[in-house]
């Protein structure tokens, strides 16, 4: 009587830890689409590009590019405001780079090539922790 009750606990709490586990649905997000990270023609083009995506932590932001001709800078939001590379968080040279969101909060990233991001080459996000969703069997 005793195993059977165990072997019922058992199985319950089983059913119970794979109901409760996280289900992953990381993106990948290709930043500016079929345009890649490039001087574009509006200045408002990566704010738009942004603003209807949903960033969650894990989530990957790949930036196309061609190494020598571009660059991300991943800077602090005073950085990002008045496009300056003073206090300078990452940066990336090599062409078609990718960054893993891995905390929730705002990022921001520039291009720091000549006047480009004064000419809107600067994307702001927001990440956010997700959700939790229950799987069912």
């Not at 009750?5 to 709490?13: A, D, E, M, N, Q």
């Not at 590019?65 to 571009?70: A, D, T």
């Not at 990002?80 to 206090?87: A, E, L, R, V």
Request: glycine share 8%; proline share 4%; charged share 15%.
């Amino acid at each position: 009587m005793a195993v059977k009750t165990h072997l019922g606990f058992f199985i319950f709490t089983m059913v119970g830890c794979i109901i409760m586990v996280p289900v992953s649905s990381k993106t990948t997000h290709i930043v500016g689409d079929s345009f890649g990270w490039s001087l574009p023609n509006n200045p408002e083009f990566y704010k738009e590009w942004a603003k209807n995506r949903n960033f969650v932590v894990g989530d990957l932001l790949i930036f196309q590019y061609h190494p020598g001709l571009n660059t991300v800078v991943q800077v602090n939001k005073e950085d990002y405001d008045n496009c300056s590379i003073k206090n300078t968080i990452n940066s990336y040279v090599r062409g078609n780079s990718s960054f893993t969101l891995d905390k929730p909060g705002d990022y921001f990233f520039i291009s720091s090539v000549g006047k480009h991001c004064e000419a809107g080459e600067k994307l702001s996000i927001t990440v956010s922790q997700g959700k939790l969703q229950s799987s069912s069997i």
